[in-house]
Structures are given as structure tokens and as C-alpha cells.
């Protein structure tokens, strides 16, 4: 069965409620008769009850770019998955490279977080990607599967079907740099073989991998039309309303 898309905005710390409420106020009309793919936007937390208002009776998924793995508890600063599901948050980014690089997210808490996730039915989005040394070292593949390893550990068959994986190379966030839709697709089949070794050829076959790093509107079709890619992780090119829109509609 062909696996169904998924462009995903992650607007990092950016926009106050007013910046989120214009946005869609461009972005709906452009995308209100767009069904071919599934849209989701991961905004900061204090954003997250305007831009679920804002998305009411949309086909648009809102969630968060970070939760914590524990039900509730003396984590200050942190957001509980049971908070996120009460305000109407369906999905949750975990284990962001800037989550892994500036707030020492390992891979053990990468597999806490999913755990949590997949036991409240929201949507895990689980970021895995080399960075610079790596990939010229000749270690992606060797990282990758560390990662994916690491993430899924402890996580059966039957519990991984809400579970999407975003290759994101790290060298290619932000950067202006983008892997060649070739170099994805390469690094998307490692990953998915590697997902098959741990949970079996249906669940991986079955599985949604999603390429972030730099994703544009002039790079998006290039990378959206390889098979292996199963949709994008957008951070820059996601806070305009048009500039989203040209690659949702790639
Ligand atoms: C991201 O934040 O996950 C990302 C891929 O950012 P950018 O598109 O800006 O590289």
C-alpha cells in the first residue's frame, strides 16, 4: 500500500500568537482543498492552544516540538504528553538534532519519550541524522542504525504503526545545504532495512520516513517524487505561508 505523505512545519522558537494566527489566516485558503498529503505543524509551546484553535476544522495535525517522557512531575519548564493531548495536540517531534546538540538528548531519552508517545496515541516523529564528521568519516550508515536502535528499543510490532522516522542530516538543518534526493533515498533505505531487522519487513515497509534539512520550494518536488521519501520536515522554508504551500503542493 502506498504510503500517504507528510509535510510537517517544525517553526522552531519562532512567531508570537498574533505572527501564528496571520499565518493561517494565508496559509488555509492555500491548502483548504489539498488532500493528497497530510499536513502537520509543530509550533513553540506557548503557540500550541492558538495554532490548535487556529486549526480547527482543518485537516491540518498540530504538535509539539518536545515533551517529556514522564506523566507529570517536578520537571519545570517541561510539557507532559497528557497536557499536549488535552489542549488537542495529536503529534510530538522527538530527539530534534537541536534537542540532541543544545539540550543533551540522548538516545535512551529519545526511547523514553517514544514509549510515552506511543502509550498516550500521539504521533511520534523520531529525528535521526549524522552530522558533518560522520557522514565524511564514512559512519551515516553506522549512525543511523545506532539511532534507530537506540529509539526503538523495547518497542513491539504491533505498537510501532503510529510511528513516523525523520531523516534529517544534521550538516543540512538550517544551512542551506540539502542532501541530493539521491543521498536521502540512500540513507531513507538503511533506515528502513535497519526498522525491518528490529520490527519485521510489514511494520518498515509500513513505516513513514521523512527527509528534513533545508527542504524549499525549488528543491521540494526533486526530493518529494523519490520513492523512498515518504514526505519533509520543513524548519525555515515552513514560516511562510506561501513558501510552505509551494511544497506541500510540490
Ligand atoms: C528542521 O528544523 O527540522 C529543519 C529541517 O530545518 P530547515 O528546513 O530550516 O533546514
Redesign the pocket.
Known sequence: MARKKLIAA?W?MYKTPDEAKAFFAEFLPLVAAHTRDEIAIFPSPVLLPTVIDAAKGSKISVGAQNIHFADEGAYTGETSIGQLKAIGGTHTLIG?SERRQYFAETDEIVNKKLHAALKHCIVPIVCIGEVLEEREAGKTAEVLKKQVTGAFAGITPEAAAPIVIAY?PVW???TGKTATPEMAAEAHAIVRAEVAKILGAPVANAMRILY????KPDNASALLNQAEIDGA?????SLKADSFKAIVTY
Do not use: D, Q, R, T
Not at 212 to 215: E, P
Not at 233 to 237: Q, R
Open positions: 517544525n522552531k530534534h534529517e543540512a538543518i538550517g528534513g534539512g533545508s527542504v520536515l520543513v524548519g525555515g522554508a
